[in-house]
């Protein structure tokens, strides 16, 4: 069913409501734009709960999760960051991509992904107990190809783990239908190309095309462009740039698109 411009696919809602329910972390895996990202802000509407999201990267530090000291018209004071502020009103703080942070920088979540839910301001000298609303959420990709990222056993046994995947084809042909306007058939071909590239995917090595892509793509259709074109923009240019690979990724675009009709209007 579809709530909120989400489209279910499989028991993922439920699990995540059922942890919600005993307060437990959750770490969504998945390939890149699966939805993750939309099933959080799905169930932060659905519980009636804000969503604090953190974009992780190389450079995340402690302080940029918790706060700092700063100097404020002559004064030092304490400023909260997205995490402590989520803690505090009882949001959903959500680490988006959190394979990305360095790991001294995640070492602050251990207190709360346990029975002390408890989140440690060493520096301010508090510890902010999280109330019953508060819910840590994290996400990120465990197909991403990279020997140097990867989480820690004991950190992922810290949550509920829920795994996603691309919807099914005809479901995932109404999410572009629906964010897009494009007719069924559209949809469908566009679809049905993003499957043949992500079978192809398991042999050249490269990040497979997300639904996200796919409804760029539909967008640039639904104005007029060529199919083909709006694939080559949208699906193929950012998967690699790898000019063999690219090759061989629009011969597989161009037999999925040859039925192809005159561009939409």
Not at 140 to 158: G, I, V, W
Not at 212 to 223: G, K, S
Not at 231 to 260: F, K, N, Q, T, W
Request: hydrophobic content about 45%; some cysteine; glycine content about 8%.
């Amino acid at each position: 069913m579809t709530t909120d411009r989400y489209l279910t696919a499989g028991s993922e809602v439920r699990l995540f409501e059922w942890a919600a329910r005993q307060r437990m972390p959750v770490m969504l895996t998945g390939p890149t734009g699966c939805g993750k990202t939309r099933l959080v802000e799905h169930l932060g509407a659905l519980l009636g709960r804000r969503v604090v999201t953190v974009s992780c990267h190389d450079d995340l530090t402690t302080a940029d999760l918790v706060g700092r000291f700063l100097v404020t018209g002559g004064d030092v004071v304490w400023s909260d960051g997205p995490l402590t502020r989520a803690v505090r009103s009882g949001a959903i703080c959500y680490l988006d991509e959190v394979v990305e942070a360095r790991h001294d920088a995640l070492a602050v979540l251990h207190s709360l992904t346990d029975h002390r839910r408890t989140l440690y301001l060493d520096r301010a000298d508090e510890a902010v107990a999280a109330p019953e609303s508060f819910l840590l959420v994290c996400s990120y990709n465990p197909a991403y190809r990279s020997t140097l990222k990867e989480l820690k056993p004991s950190f992922r046994q810290r949550f509920v783990t829920i795994g996603m995947d691309y919807l099914p084809a005809d479901r995932e042909a109404e999410v572009v239908i629906a964010e897009s306007g494009v007719d069924p058939g559209v949809a469908r071909r566009l679809v049905d190309c993003a499957n043949g590239i992500r079978t192809a995917d398991q042999i050249f090595h490269f990040e497979p095309p997300s639904t996200r892509v796919l409804v760029a793509a539909a967008r640039l259709i639904a104005a007029g462009a060529p199919e083909i074109a709006a694939v080559d923009a949208c699906v193929l240019a950012p998967s690699s740039s790898d000019g063999a690979i690219r090759e061989g990724l629009r011969e597989i675009a161009a037999a999925h698109l040859a039925g192809a009709s005159s561009p939409a209007r």
